[in-house]
Protein backbone atom coordinates (compact mmCIF):
# COMPACT_ATOMS: atom_id res chain seq x y z
CA UNK A 1 0.00 0.00 0.00
CA UNK A 2 1.24 3.77 -1.13
CA UNK A 3 0.61 6.70 0.94
CA UNK A 4 -0.98 9.64 -1.13
CA UNK A 5 1.04 12.13 -2.24
CA UNK A 6 1.22 15.08 -0.30
CA UNK A 7 -0.17 17.79 -2.50
CA UNK A 8 0.46 20.25 -4.85
CA UNK A 9 -1.68 23.04 -3.38
CA UNK A 10 0.80 22.97 -0.29
CA UNK A 11 4.23 22.78 -2.49
CA UNK A 12 6.39 26.39 -2.92
CA UNK A 13 4.62 28.63 -0.95
CA UNK A 14 7.41 30.93 -0.46
CA UNK A 15 8.97 30.51 2.84
CA UNK A 16 12.59 30.19 0.98
CA UNK A 17 12.07 33.92 0.40
CA UNK A 18 12.89 34.51 4.53
CA UNK A 19 15.96 32.37 4.72
CA UNK A 20 18.30 35.73 4.44
CA UNK A 21 16.69 36.52 7.67
CA UNK A 22 16.70 32.91 9.18
CA UNK A 23 20.27 32.83 8.22
CA UNK A 24 20.93 35.71 9.82
CA UNK A 25 18.99 34.94 13.18
CA UNK A 26 21.09 31.95 13.48
CA UNK A 27 24.08 33.24 12.96
CA UNK A 28 22.99 36.53 15.47
CA UNK A 29 22.09 33.52 18.38
CA UNK A 30 26.12 32.70 18.41
CA UNK A 31 27.57 36.26 17.82
CA UNK A 32 25.70 39.13 19.56
CA UNK A 33 27.65 41.59 17.10
CA UNK A 34 25.33 40.87 14.14
CA UNK A 35 22.64 43.33 13.70
CA UNK A 36 19.62 42.23 12.02
CA UNK A 37 17.59 44.88 9.83
CA UNK A 38 15.61 42.42 8.21
CA UNK A 39 12.00 41.71 9.66
CA UNK A 40 9.13 44.50 10.38
CA UNK A 41 8.96 43.59 13.88
CA UNK A 42 9.00 46.19 16.68
CA UNK A 43 11.71 46.85 18.85
CA UNK A 44 9.64 48.01 21.77
CA UNK A 45 7.10 46.03 23.61
CA UNK A 46 3.12 45.76 24.11
CA UNK A 47 2.57 48.69 26.46
CA UNK A 48 1.88 47.74 29.87
CA UNK A 49 -1.32 48.85 30.14
CA UNK A 50 -1.96 46.52 26.96
CA UNK A 51 -0.41 43.87 28.55
CA UNK A 52 -2.13 44.23 32.13
CA UNK A 53 -5.62 43.97 30.15
CA UNK A 54 -4.62 40.91 28.64
CA UNK A 55 -3.73 39.14 32.06
CA UNK A 56 -6.61 40.39 34.08
CA UNK A 57 -9.15 38.68 31.38
CA UNK A 58 -6.85 35.96 31.64
CA UNK A 59 -7.33 35.89 35.31
CA UNK A 60 -11.34 36.73 35.05
CA UNK A 61 -11.59 33.88 32.66
CA UNK A 62 -11.48 35.14 29.19
CA UNK A 63 -10.28 31.51 27.92
CA UNK A 64 -12.93 30.07 26.94
CA UNK A 65 -14.53 28.63 23.12
CA UNK A 66 -14.86 31.69 21.24
CA UNK A 67 -17.06 31.75 17.99
CA UNK A 68 -16.30 32.02 14.17
CA UNK A 69 -16.75 35.90 13.42
CA UNK A 70 -15.02 37.07 16.83
CA UNK A 71 -15.91 38.00 20.56
CA UNK A 72 -18.82 40.41 21.05
CA UNK A 73 -16.70 43.67 22.32
CA UNK A 74 -14.08 43.50 19.43
CA UNK A 75 -16.44 42.97 16.90
CA UNK A 76 -18.65 45.84 17.86
CA UNK A 77 -15.46 47.62 18.33
CA UNK A 78 -14.11 47.48 14.62
CA UNK A 79 -17.86 47.93 13.62
CA UNK A 80 -17.65 51.75 15.43
CA UNK A 81 -13.87 52.06 13.83
CA UNK A 82 -14.99 51.69 10.27
CA UNK A 83 -18.07 53.61 10.51
CA UNK A 84 -16.13 56.31 12.04
CA UNK A 85 -13.22 56.04 9.61
CA UNK A 86 -14.88 55.13 6.09
CA UNK A 87 -18.43 57.04 6.76
CA UNK A 88 -19.80 53.55 6.16
CA UNK A 89 -22.87 52.17 8.09
CA UNK A 90 -21.77 48.51 8.15
CA UNK A 91 -23.40 45.61 11.02
CA UNK A 92 -21.22 42.81 13.01
CA UNK A 93 -21.86 41.14 10.11
CA UNK A 94 -19.64 42.85 7.80
CA UNK A 95 -16.50 41.85 10.33
CA UNK A 96 -14.61 38.86 10.48
CA UNK A 97 -12.23 38.28 13.82
CA UNK A 98 -8.84 36.35 12.63
CA UNK A 99 -5.57 35.35 13.92
CA UNK A 100 -3.44 38.52 11.72
CA UNK A 101 -3.51 40.52 9.10
CA UNK A 102 -2.32 37.16 6.89
CA UNK A 103 -4.85 34.86 8.00
CA UNK A 104 -7.55 37.29 6.87
CA UNK A 105 -5.64 37.60 3.79
CA UNK A 106 -5.45 33.81 3.89
CA UNK A 107 -9.24 33.57 4.11
CA UNK A 108 -10.05 36.20 1.62
CA UNK A 109 -8.59 34.90 -0.99
CA UNK A 110 -10.01 31.78 -0.49
CA UNK A 111 -13.10 33.17 -0.61
CA UNK A 112 -12.74 35.11 -3.99
CA UNK A 113 -10.03 33.01 -5.78
CA UNK A 114 -11.01 29.69 -7.99
CA UNK A 115 -8.55 27.56 -9.76
CA UNK A 116 -7.02 29.59 -12.76
CA UNK A 117 -8.71 33.16 -11.71
CA UNK A 118 -6.25 35.85 -11.70
CA UNK A 119 -5.09 38.07 -8.73
CA UNK A 120 -3.52 42.09 -9.76
CA UNK A 121 -0.53 42.58 -7.61
CA UNK A 122 1.56 45.63 -7.29
CA UNK A 123 5.26 44.13 -7.67
CA UNK A 124 7.61 44.53 -5.77
CA UNK A 125 4.95 42.68 -3.13
CA UNK A 126 5.24 41.48 -0.22
CA UNK A 127 6.61 38.19 0.19
CA UNK A 128 3.80 36.27 1.38
CA UNK A 129 1.27 37.11 -1.28
CA UNK A 130 2.19 35.03 -3.98
CA UNK A 131 2.36 31.99 -1.43
CA UNK A 132 -1.24 32.88 -0.52
CA UNK A 133 -2.42 33.31 -4.31
CA UNK A 134 -0.78 29.98 -4.83
CA UNK A 135 -2.33 27.94 -2.14
CA UNK A 136 -5.71 29.09 -3.39
CA UNK A 137 -5.05 27.71 -7.25
CA UNK A 138 -4.83 31.00 -8.10
CA UNK A 139 -2.01 32.64 -11.00
CA UNK A 140 -0.66 36.36 -10.49
CA UNK A 141 -0.63 38.94 -12.74
CA UNK A 142 2.27 41.39 -11.83
CA UNK A 143 1.78 45.52 -12.14
CA UNK A 144 5.15 46.78 -12.09
CA UNK A 145 5.47 49.20 -9.61
CA UNK A 146 7.86 51.68 -10.76
CA UNK A 147 10.45 53.36 -8.99
CA UNK A 148 10.73 56.52 -10.72
CA UNK A 149 6.34 56.86 -9.84
CA UNK A 150 8.19 56.17 -6.14
CA UNK A 151 6.56 52.40 -6.64
CA UNK A 152 2.48 53.46 -6.27
CA UNK A 153 0.34 51.70 -8.33
CA UNK A 154 -0.77 53.24 -11.70
CA UNK A 155 -4.13 53.16 -12.03
CA UNK A 156 -3.42 52.91 -15.96
CA UNK A 157 -0.85 50.11 -15.87
CA UNK A 158 -3.92 48.18 -14.02
CA UNK A 159 -6.35 48.69 -16.25
CA UNK A 160 -3.84 47.86 -19.29
CA UNK A 161 -3.40 44.31 -17.08
CA UNK A 162 -6.73 42.92 -16.56
CA UNK A 163 -7.59 40.31 -18.61
CA UNK A 164 -10.59 38.03 -18.86
CA UNK A 165 -9.29 36.07 -15.88
CA UNK A 166 -8.71 38.62 -13.38
CA UNK A 167 -10.93 38.16 -10.37
CA UNK A 168 -9.25 40.62 -7.41
CA UNK A 169 -6.47 43.54 -7.09
CA UNK A 170 -4.84 42.84 -4.18
CA UNK A 171 -3.59 46.47 -2.61
CA UNK A 172 -1.19 47.00 -0.28
CA UNK A 173 -1.58 50.46 1.11
CA UNK A 174 0.70 51.59 2.72
CA UNK A 175 2.77 49.44 1.06
CA UNK A 176 5.87 47.07 2.07
CA UNK A 177 8.76 47.20 0.82
CA UNK A 178 8.48 50.47 -0.11
CA UNK A 179 6.64 52.67 2.02
CA UNK A 180 4.55 54.20 -0.65
CA UNK A 181 0.90 55.71 0.55
CA UNK A 182 -1.29 55.91 -2.36
CA UNK A 183 -3.37 59.61 -2.52
CA UNK A 184 -6.87 59.89 -2.26
CA UNK A 185 -6.96 60.70 -6.29
CA UNK A 186 -5.22 57.46 -6.91
CA UNK A 187 -7.43 55.33 -5.11
CA UNK A 188 -10.46 56.78 -6.28
CA UNK A 189 -9.19 56.31 -10.09
CA UNK A 190 -7.78 52.74 -8.89
CA UNK A 191 -11.16 51.92 -7.52
CA UNK A 192 -12.85 52.72 -10.73
CA UNK A 193 -11.13 50.68 -12.52
CA UNK A 194 -11.66 48.09 -10.47
CA UNK A 195 -15.59 48.76 -10.47
CA UNK A 196 -15.53 49.02 -14.79
CA UNK A 197 -13.53 45.37 -14.78
CA UNK A 198 -15.81 43.95 -11.84
CA UNK A 199 -12.84 42.96 -10.25
CA UNK A 200 -13.24 42.56 -6.03
CA UNK A 201 -10.46 44.59 -3.91
CA UNK A 202 -8.35 43.13 -1.37
CA UNK A 203 -7.00 46.49 0.46
CA UNK A 204 -4.17 45.31 3.32
CA UNK A 205 -3.93 48.19 5.52
CA UNK A 206 -1.69 46.78 8.09
CA UNK A 207 0.37 49.67 8.25
CA UNK A 208 -2.17 52.77 8.10
CA UNK A 209 -1.12 53.89 11.41
CA UNK A 210 2.37 54.12 10.52
CA UNK A 211 2.23 57.49 8.32
CA UNK A 212 4.57 59.56 8.76
CA UNK A 213 1.97 62.65 8.10
CA UNK A 214 3.93 65.50 9.92
CA UNK A 215 2.98 67.52 6.72
CA UNK A 216 -0.84 67.61 7.50
CA UNK A 217 -1.06 66.58 3.93
CA UNK A 218 0.04 62.68 3.83
CA UNK A 219 -3.64 61.70 4.76
CA UNK A 220 -4.59 57.67 4.56
CA UNK A 221 -7.58 56.66 2.36
CA UNK A 222 -8.92 53.42 1.98
CA UNK A 223 -11.15 51.73 -0.81
CA UNK A 224 -13.82 51.77 1.80
CA UNK A 225 -13.56 55.58 1.56
CA UNK A 226 -15.22 55.41 -2.17
CA UNK A 227 -18.77 55.57 -2.09
CA UNK A 228 -20.21 52.52 -4.28
CA UNK A 229 -17.58 50.45 -3.85
CA UNK A 230 -17.69 48.84 -0.44
CA UNK A 231 -19.99 46.06 -1.70
CA UNK A 232 -16.77 44.99 -3.65
CA UNK A 233 -13.72 46.01 -0.97
CA UNK A 234 -12.68 43.95 1.62
CA UNK A 235 -10.12 45.93 4.02
CA UNK A 236 -7.72 43.11 5.63
CA UNK A 237 -5.81 44.77 9.05
CA UNK A 238 -4.48 43.57 12.46
CA UNK A 239 -2.65 45.26 15.81
CA UNK A 240 0.77 43.95 15.04
CA UNK A 241 1.83 47.39 13.38
CA UNK A 242 -0.20 49.46 15.52
CA UNK A 243 0.13 48.26 19.04
CA UNK A 244 3.75 46.75 18.55
CA UNK A 245 1.59 43.75 19.29
CA UNK A 246 2.85 40.65 15.99
CA UNK A 247 3.27 37.79 18.57
CA UNK A 248 -0.72 38.60 19.72
CA UNK A 249 -2.05 37.18 16.15
CA UNK A 250 -5.16 39.69 15.99
CA UNK A 251 -6.44 40.64 13.13
CA UNK A 252 -9.59 41.31 11.24
CA UNK A 253 -11.59 41.79 7.76
CA UNK A 254 -13.97 44.01 6.87
CA UNK A 255 -16.05 43.04 3.52
CA UNK A 256 -19.69 42.57 2.38
CA UNK A 257 -22.03 41.11 4.09
CA UNK A 258 -22.53 37.82 1.01
CA UNK A 259 -18.94 37.58 1.48
CA UNK A 260 -18.36 37.55 5.74
CA UNK A 261 -21.26 34.69 5.42
CA UNK A 262 -19.59 32.79 2.96
CA UNK A 263 -15.80 32.84 4.61
CA UNK A 264 -17.67 32.28 8.46
CA UNK A 265 -17.26 28.76 7.57
CA UNK A 266 -13.65 28.58 7.13
CA UNK A 267 -12.91 30.85 10.31
CA UNK A 268 -15.32 28.32 11.79
CA UNK A 269 -13.45 24.99 10.32
CA UNK A 270 -10.07 26.00 10.66
CA UNK A 271 -9.87 28.44 13.84
CA UNK A 272 -12.82 27.60 16.09
CA UNK A 273 -12.73 31.44 17.14
CA UNK A 274 -10.24 33.07 18.67
CA UNK A 275 -8.67 33.94 22.01
CA UNK A 276 -11.40 35.78 24.13
CA UNK A 277 -8.30 37.64 26.82
CA UNK A 278 -7.07 38.72 23.51
CA UNK A 279 -10.18 40.34 21.91
CA UNK A 280 -10.45 42.13 25.05
CA UNK A 281 -7.05 43.49 24.60
CA UNK A 282 -7.59 44.27 21.38
CA UNK A 283 -10.81 46.32 22.04
CA UNK A 284 -9.25 48.58 24.12
CA UNK A 285 -5.87 49.12 22.02
CA UNK A 286 -8.56 49.87 19.10
CA UNK A 287 -10.49 52.02 21.36
CA UNK A 288 -8.05 53.53 23.50
CA UNK A 289 -4.09 53.29 22.88
CA UNK A 290 -3.27 55.37 20.36
CA UNK A 291 0.35 56.37 21.84
CA UNK A 292 1.83 53.25 20.45
CA UNK A 293 1.54 53.56 16.71
CA UNK A 294 2.99 57.76 17.39
CA UNK A 295 5.90 56.97 19.02
CA UNK A 296 6.72 54.15 16.52
CA UNK A 297 6.21 56.74 13.78
CA UNK A 298 8.18 58.95 14.87
CA UNK A 299 10.97 56.64 15.59
CA UNK A 300 10.73 54.96 12.07
CA UNK A 301 10.62 58.04 10.89
CA UNK A 302 13.88 59.74 12.33
CA UNK A 303 15.86 56.37 11.21
CA UNK A 304 14.60 56.18 7.97
CA UNK A 305 16.03 59.96 7.83
CA UNK A 306 19.12 58.93 8.97
CA UNK A 307 19.84 56.31 7.09
CA UNK A 308 18.68 58.18 4.06
CA UNK A 309 20.80 60.91 4.45
CA UNK A 310 24.00 58.32 4.83
CA UNK A 311 23.55 56.06 1.65
CA UNK A 312 22.78 59.53 -0.42
CA UNK A 313 26.37 60.91 0.76
CA UNK A 314 27.40 57.37 -0.93
CA UNK A 315 26.85 58.70 -4.43
CA UNK A 316 26.48 54.75 -5.00
CA UNK A 317 23.38 53.42 -3.46
CA UNK A 318 19.97 55.31 -3.89
CA UNK A 319 18.09 55.62 -0.84
CA UNK A 320 14.24 55.49 -1.34
CA UNK A 321 12.53 58.14 1.58
CA UNK A 322 9.43 55.80 2.55
CA UNK A 323 6.36 57.58 3.21
CA UNK A 324 4.97 55.01 6.20
CA UNK A 325 5.58 52.35 7.35
CA UNK A 326 8.92 49.97 9.20
CA UNK A 327 11.04 49.96 6.24
CA UNK A 328 13.74 51.93 3.60
CA UNK A 329 14.37 50.59 0.23
CA UNK A 330 17.43 51.01 -1.47
CA UNK A 331 18.46 50.86 -5.18
CA UNK A 332 22.15 48.99 -5.14
CA UNK A 333 22.08 49.04 -9.51
CA UNK A 334 25.30 50.96 -9.38
CA UNK A 335 27.27 48.24 -7.21
CA UNK A 336 26.97 45.66 -10.18
CA UNK A 337 25.93 43.04 -7.47
CA UNK A 338 22.65 41.19 -7.48
CA UNK A 339 20.42 41.86 -4.35
CA UNK A 340 21.45 38.67 -2.90
CA UNK A 341 24.71 38.71 -3.59
CA UNK A 342 24.96 42.21 -1.67
CA UNK A 343 22.77 41.01 1.36
CA UNK A 344 25.21 37.43 1.36
CA UNK A 345 28.68 39.84 1.17
CA UNK A 346 26.78 42.87 3.71
CA UNK A 347 26.59 39.83 6.21
CA UNK A 348 29.55 38.26 5.58
CA UNK A 349 31.62 41.07 5.75
CA UNK A 350 30.09 43.01 8.00
CA UNK A 351 27.66 41.56 10.15
CA UNK A 352 25.03 43.76 8.68
CA UNK A 353 21.86 41.65 7.49
CA UNK A 354 19.16 43.19 5.12
CA UNK A 355 16.44 41.21 2.95
CA UNK A 356 16.97 41.23 -0.75
CA UNK A 357 14.94 42.82 -3.05
CA UNK A 358 14.40 39.31 -4.69
CA UNK A 359 12.41 38.54 -1.79
CA UNK A 360 9.79 40.99 -2.86
CA UNK A 361 9.03 39.69 -6.49
CA UNK A 362 9.89 39.80 -9.86
CA UNK A 363 11.00 44.19 -10.00
CA UNK A 364 12.96 44.26 -7.14
CA UNK A 365 16.18 42.58 -7.66
CA UNK A 366 18.23 46.00 -7.80
CA UNK A 367 16.50 46.26 -4.39
CA UNK A 368 17.31 46.17 -0.98
CA UNK A 369 15.14 46.61 2.31
CA UNK A 370 16.33 47.94 5.66
CA UNK A 371 14.10 47.15 8.34
CA UNK A 372 14.22 50.78 10.89
CA UNK A 373 13.02 48.13 13.77
CA UNK A 374 16.35 48.28 16.05
CA UNK A 375 17.11 51.02 18.46
CA UNK A 376 18.99 54.19 17.42
CA UNK A 377 22.37 53.10 18.21
CA UNK A 378 22.22 50.33 16.42
CA UNK A 379 20.92 51.95 12.99
CA UNK A 380 24.11 54.71 13.77
CA UNK A 381 26.05 51.28 13.79
CA UNK A 382 24.38 49.98 11.09
CA UNK A 383 24.99 52.96 8.57
CA UNK A 384 28.56 52.72 9.46
CA UNK A 385 28.73 49.16 8.35
CA UNK A 386 26.54 50.22 5.54
CA UNK A 387 29.16 53.25 4.13
CA UNK A 388 32.17 51.41 4.65
CA UNK A 389 30.69 47.95 2.83
CA UNK A 390 29.97 50.56 -0.18
CA UNK A 391 33.03 52.17 -0.36
CA UNK A 392 34.70 49.27 -0.20
CA UNK A 393 33.14 47.08 -3.68
CA UNK A 394 32.74 50.40 -5.71
C1 LIG B 1 2.03 44.04 4.02
C2 LIG B 1 1.87 43.09 5.15
N1 LIG B 1 0.72 42.41 5.25
C3 LIG B 1 0.54 41.52 6.25
C4 LIG B 1 1.51 41.29 7.20
C5 LIG B 1 1.24 40.32 8.30
O1 LIG B 1 0.69 41.01 9.37
P1 LIG B 1 0.00 40.30 10.62
O2 LIG B 1 1.05 40.22 11.69
O3 LIG B 1 -1.10 41.19 11.02
O4 LIG B 1 -0.45 38.96 10.18
C6 LIG B 1 2.72 41.99 7.13
C7 LIG B 1 3.78 41.74 8.12
O5 LIG B 1 4.89 42.20 8.06
C8 LIG B 1 2.90 42.92 6.07
O6 LIG B 1 4.03 43.60 5.96
Not at 118 to 134: I, R
Request: with cysteine.
Amino acid sequence: MQFASITKRVAKLGSEKWMPHLKAKKMAEIDPDVILLTIGQPDISVSDELANITIKAIKEGRTGYSNGRGEQNLVSSLVNKYNDECGLNITEKNVLCFPGTQTSLFASIMGLVNEGDEVLLGDPLYATYEGVVAAAGGTIKRIELKKENSFRMNPSDLANSVTSKSKVLLLNNPHNPSGALLTKKEIEEIVKVCLQNDLWIISDEVYASLIYDFDNKTEFYSPLNVRDASHRTIVVSSISKSHAAPGFRSGWLVGPKNFCDAVLPLSETMLFGNQPFIADMTAYALENDFRTAKKMRDSYYHRAVNIYEVLKKTNKVEPIMPQSGMFLLADISKTGLSSDAFVKQLLEEEKLALMPGASFGENAHHLVRISLTVPDKMINLSCERLKRFINRII
